[in-house]
């Protein structure tokens, strides 16, 4: 069965520095990956996904992400933190019929000045 | 706009008391699920849609009904709530189910205490 593993439940970063989210998926044939994001009182925002094209997927806001199949990981980065991407992120991988996304537990992005 | 459309947002109820939120979509999409989320546990699917008058249990379905009549709605009931039902309730839609509808547009929650 699919499963999602996101590592660390928080992550903090200063202004500017890089932002990696990880993410490790487990799949019996090739997933459908995906990466949302979560702003406070609101519902998800679908920031990228993979379907099985480009290995590094580019997402809104200058997000991107690398699937490595060897890794089974799909991290999500950002070459410079704004205090805007403060948010919880959460990755999620397609099931095998396709009838549901299973997410990961998310992860509490804090950016600091 | 397009969007998916959630009533209400808050919700305090007291045990047994039937309730329905509703959830409406005005982009003609097929499939729609509902989730919850819990801190800690991630979202978690409780029923989905692939159509009208197609629906099926999710992971968590216990203590909760949907229908789809219309191709726009997709009510979630809940005939005797409890406070383990104490959740934010997301409703979401896609245009087609299968790995291609992945990417679903999420309404804005709805939270809801049982108490």
């Known amino acids: 069965a699919q499963s999602v593993t996101q590592l660390g439940s928080h992550v903090s970063v200063s202004e500017g520095a890089l932002v990696l989210l990880r993410c490790n998926y487990s799949?019996?044939?090739?997933?459908?990956l995906f990466w949302y994001v979560q702003y406070p009182n609101q519902g998800l925002q679908l920031l990228l996904k993979y379907t099985s094209a480009a290995t590094l997927v580019k997402g809104i806001n200058d997000f991107e992400a690398e699937f490595k199949k060897s890794e089974t990981s799909f991290h999500l980065t950002k070459p410079s933190a704004h205090m805007s991407d403060a948010a919880e992120y959460f990755c999620?991988?397609?099931?095998?019929?396709?009838?549901?996304?299973?997410f990961g537990k998310g992860t509490t992005l804090s950016v600091s000045s | 706009e397009a969007q998916v459309t959630q009533n209400p947002r808050y919700l305090i109820t007291v045990t047994g008391k039937k309730l329905t939120v509703t959830c409406s979509q005005n982009?003609?999409?097929?499939?729609m699920s509902w989730y919850r989320q819990d801190p800690g546990l991630g979202l978690r699917q409780i029923y989905y849609s692939m159509n009208v008058e197609v629906t099926d249990k999710g992971d968590v379905p216990e203590g909760y009904k949907v229908s789809r009549k219309e191709k726009r709605n997709f009510p979630l009931i809940l005939e005797s709530p409890s406070p383990n039902q104490t959740s934010l309730y997301f409703c979401?839609?896609?245009?087609?189910?299968?790995?291609?509808?992945?990417?679903?547009?999420f309404g804005s929650g709805t939270r809801l205490t049982v108490v």
């Open positions: 799949s019996s044939v090739p997933p459908y």
């Open positions: 979401a839609s896609s245009l087609s189910w299968g790995k291609t509808g992945g990417g679903y547009t």
């Open positions: 999620a991988v397609s099931n095998q019929a396709g009838t549901a996304l299973i």
């Open positions: 982009m003609n999409h097929e499939y």
